[in-house]
């Protein structure tokens, strides 16, 4: 018997996205009001920032990992960032510095991970901690009185005049990761681990190195997510990237890639970065209290895990199951 065809997540939050748009233009104003020039800008750089951040966080939970240090990795490197920009260089110089530093902090939390054999949860959680209390006892709370140089990034940094560098940024490694997602044997054995971790093993993959490269590749996007983020301001506090990470992992949940891994899809996490993006401007628009924004997010990720887990249900089972049920009877 043949199951019963469904549209895929990602289709049914496309809709959702279009239809949050739509209601957000009747009520927010139209173009003079919620789609102003302005208001558009900055949903487009949250977008970028969370959709950057969440490639690497769908990599990682397809593996059927999770890293809930990226909120402290983002505010190291805009730290490490910005003190190497007082020195006068640019963003071609400080960018790559902090794509390393990514690299190395997540990669470490991999290591560990392998290493000890601990579950990811624990070892992200507790150096999550580290790199704050770090930033926290070197610093006194921030660095400030950046120069033209570190601001340049989001506020100078126009394509035609018009559209921000980032946003052509955060849309190219789109591109790249759509073709990564599609076509890259690193993507299937990301998969292979997801679904089955032992199997994969005995297929020849050598996890340990694969996850490690995943946790890394994961860093150096957030080397480029820390500067988007970062440089809207000539400061940067120590927790410039506090629990961002939960918002990240709900771009990704929402766009549909599976909480314990094995699946998911590049454009189902744009979307669910999209959306996410939109929430806490459009209520602060509509004039609802910014508190709700929490409340929002929270409810847009559990149904998107009720929606996931009834699609992936078996109904036919359980008709089944009722049937044999009755004849027993």
């Known amino acids: 018997m043949n199951k019963r065809k469904s549209l895929p997540q990602e289709a049914l939050l496309a809709i959702l996205v279009l239809v949050v748009m739509v209601v957000i233009y009747i009520f927010g104003g139209g173009t003079e009001g919620f789609y102003s020039l302005q208001n ?10 969370l959709f950057v951040a969440a490639i ?3 990599m990682i939970i397809i593996t059927g990992n999770i890293d809930i240090s990226f909120g402290g990795v983002i505010s190291v490197i ?17 960018l790559p510095i902090g794509m390393l530093v990514g690299m190395l902090l997540c990669g470490l939390n991999a290591l560990l991970m392998v290493k000890f054999r601990l579950p990811s949860m624990v070892i992200t959680l507790a150096t999550q901690q580290i790199f704050y209390g770090v930033l926290l006892l070197v610093l006194d709370g921030s660095i400030y009185n950046l120069r033209a140089n570190w601001t340049w990034f989001s506020f100078k940094f126009r394509v035609f005049e018009v559209v921000p560098g980032y ?7 789109f591109v790249v990761a759509l073709l990564f997602f599609k076509y890259s044997p690193f993507i299937k054995r990301l998969y292979a681990i997801g679904n089955n971790k032992q199997g994969a093993i005995y297929s020849g993959i050598n996890v340990d190195r694969t996850l490690i490269a995943t946790y890394m590749i994961s860093g150096a996007l957030l080397g480029i997510s820390s500067a988007i983020l970062a440089t809207a301001g000539n400061r940067v506090t120590c927790t410039v990237g506090n629990n961002l990470e939960m918002t990240v992992i709900a771009c990704v949940v929402v766009g549909g890639t599976s909480a314990t891994g094995g699946s998911g899809k590049i454009y189902g996490t744009a979307l669910g970065a999209l959306l996410l993006a939109m929430v806490a401007p459009s209520l602060s628009h509509m004039g609802i209290n910014t508190y709700w924004t929490d409340l929002f997010t929270g409810a847009i990720i ?6 996931s887990a009834l699609r992936e249900f078996d109904f036919s089972s359980l008709k089944k199951r009722k049937t044999n049920v009755e004849v027993t009877k």
């Open 78 to 94: 805009a730290i490490i960032m910005a003190a190497v920009s007082k020195l006068g260089v640019q963003i071609w110089v400080f």
């Open 56 to 58: 690497g966080m769908t």
């Open 40 to 49: 558009i800008m900055t949903v487009l750089r949250t977008f970028s920032y």
């Open 167 to 173: 946003v052509l940024i955060a849309l190219g490694l």
């Open 302 to 307: 559990v149904l998107a895990v009720m929606a």
